[in-house]
């Protein structure tokens, strides 16, 4: 049973990580052109969403 639940820990993890890996240069992307027109701080917001999403 424990041996299923880490196996399962374990492809939520990975599964989060292609996620993020895959969204973050898009999102990069989108942040550098929302840069120019949007403040720092909500640049800074988006990032921090992000990491409580990952976290």
């Known amino acids: ?7 399962f820990q374990n492809t939520k993890h990975n599964l989060i990580h292609k996620i993020f890996y895959g ?7 989108f942040a550098i052109g929302q840069f120019r027109h949007a ?17």
């Not at 049973?1 to 196996?7: F, G, K, T, V």
């Not at 969204?23 to 992307?29: A, N, T």
């Open 1 to 7: 049973m424990l041996c299923q639940y880490n196996s």
């Open 23 to 29: 969204i973050s240069p898009s999102l990069l992307v």
């Open 39 to 55: 403040s720092f701080l909500s640049v800074l917001h988006l990032g921090f969403i992000l990491f409580l999403i990952v976290w």
